[in-house]
Nanobody
Framework: VQLVESGGGSVQPGGSLRLSCVASVFPHSTKCMGWFRQAPGKEREGVAGIYISSGSTQYADSVKGRFTISHADTNNTVYLQMDNLKPEDIAMYYC?????????????????WGQGTQVTVS
């Protein structure tokens, strides 16, 4: 199983980016696909999650109304549309497969990480 992210880059405040995560296959035990981020000097945190079976979504309070997570079954891809980006969104963003429900996006439940893609807002 491999998770490969793309779509990071540098934008001005208020700009948008769309991250993609292509999975070679969704792990059999996967209940939730999530996006996490880690800023320099800070702990990794959950940003958004989506239930593969139902499409229901979860968001961290800091990104609600600005970020949208979605997935496409046809190509095993999970997207993170990020709008109205702020300097506090600067981080390395990671795609992850969780073997648990999305609620709380528990890092300990991550079964597989992608390699990460950098997002810069300045």
């Amino acid at each position: 199983v491999q998770l490969v992210e793309s779509g990071g880059g540098s934008v001005q405040p208020g700009g948008s980016l769309r991250l993609s995560c292509v999975a070679s296959v969704f792990p059999h035990s996967t209940k939730c696909m999530g996006w996490f981020r880690q800023a320099p000097g800070k702990e990794r945190e959950g940003v958004a999650g989506i239930y593969i079976s139902s499409g229901s979504t979860q968001y961290a309070d800091s990104v609600k109304g600005r970020f949208t997570i979605s997935h496409a079954d046809t190509n095993n891809t999970v997207y993170l549309q990020m709008d109205n980006l702020k300097p506090e969104d600067i981080a390395m963003y990671y795609c992850a497969a969780l073997g648990s429900p999305c609620e709380g996006l528990p890092i300990m439940a991550v079964a597989k990480w992608g390699q990460g893609t950098q997002v810069t807002v300045s």
